[in-house]
């Protein structure tokens, strides 16, 4: 596609609710990052993708998190259980390929509320 | 210590004058450097990418590298209000690792 593609733009979800945020990226890249942002803060990383594997899920904040990616495309955020904390905006981004060269181009986003 | 510190700011520069915007990474085996621009509620957009120490210009904007302080900077001339926003340095660690840090980001204001 013409660029990451990010859905639901906007969840608003009750406490104790799984989720689930799904990421298209650009045709051809084969890597995918999700980052974290809270109000006012900057981007926490949270897991990247290189083809279907996750070579780093460091950043994962608890095992309530999880991601997966299939067909080297489409990837799957999940978070179950969730807590007020995880209210932010969480980004999607591909590049080409993981690593030094290749720059990361964003999605929109998925703003998720946890009342 | 972050792995990637930047002033919060803001940054405050009048119209027309050079804005510099730093940032501080801890990983000396880093190799590549990157600026974003993120306008309130938007997703960052890339601006610069730098590789190699020195300079490396493109139009108004300069990105500066020292690998030996790991130190890398941006400069903005000519500074115009619609480039009023937050700016995030991002560093990729050593080895081969895809993962890339973000700073906390700088808020640049520029007053007409």
């Known amino acids: 596609g013409a660029g990451v593609s990010q859905s639901p733009s906007n969840k608003v979800t009750e406490k104790g609710k799984d989720v689930e945020l799904r990421c298209d990226p650009i045709s051809g890249h084969t890597a995918l990052y999700w980052y974290r942002q809270r109000l006012g803060q900057g981007l926490e990383f949270l897991i990247y993708f290189q083809g279907n594997s996750a070579p780093d899920k460091s950043g994962l904040p608890s095992d309530r998190f999880s991601a997966e990616r299939t067909g080297e495309s489409v990837s799957t955020l999940t978070i179950q259980r969730t807590q007020q904390e995880d209210s932010a905006v969480y980004l999607c981004a591909s590049s080409l390929v993981a690593g030094s060269e290749s720059p990361l181009h964003f999605g929109n986003g998925t703003r998720l509320t946890v009342t | 210590q972050k792995e990637v510190e930047q002033n919060s700011g803001p940054l405050s520069v009048p119209e027309g004058a050079i804005a510099s915007l730093n940032c501080t990474y801890s990983d000396r085996g880093s190799q590549s450097f990157f600026w974003y621009r993120q306008y309130s509620g938007k997703s960052p957009e890339l601006i610069m990418f730098i590789y190699s120490n020195g300079d490396k210009e493109d139009g108004r904007f300069t990105a500066q590298l020292n690998k030996a302080s790991q130190y890398v900077s941006l400069l903005i001339r000519d500074s115009q209000p619609s480039d009023s926003a937050t700016y995030l340095c991002?560093?990729?660690?050593?080895?081969?690792?895809?993962?890339?840090?973000f700073g906390q980001g700088t808020t640049l204001q520029v007053k007409p």
């Open positions: 991002a560093v990729h660690g050593s080895g081969n690792t895809g993962k890339l840090i």
